[in-house]
C-alpha cells in the first residue's frame, strides 16, 4: 500500500502508525508494538499523550523519517 496516497489523521493511533510505517509488512516481529516501543526508545520517535493515551503527530513522525534516512553519497 502506498501510505503516500492514503490519508492519515493528524494525530495516528499505535495502529494507524503500524500501518503508516508498513511494519507488518517489514518486521519478522510478530508483536508491532515491541517494534514501536523500540523506535520511541532507541530512536527518538515522536509522541504525546491526549488523555492518557499515547497518539503520534503525522507532521512529527514525517519529520523523523526524513532525519532517520540514511542518504548514500
Do not use: F, Q
Amino acid at each position: 500500500m502506498n501510505t503516500e496516497s492514503k490519508s492519515y489523521p493528524d494525530l495516528m493511533t499505535e495502529e494507524e502508525l503500524v500501518d503508516y510505517l508498513r511494519i507488518a509488512k517489514i518486521s519478522t516481529s510478530k508483536n508491532h508494538r515491541n517494534v514501536i516501543g523500540n523506535l520511541k526508545s532507541a530512536r527518538g520517535l515522536p509522541k504525546i499523550y491526549l488523555c492518557r493515551t499515547m497518539l503520534y503527530p503525522l507532521k512529527a513522525i514525517r519529520k523523523w523519517v526524513d532525519r532517520e534516512t540514511i542518504y548514500d553519497e
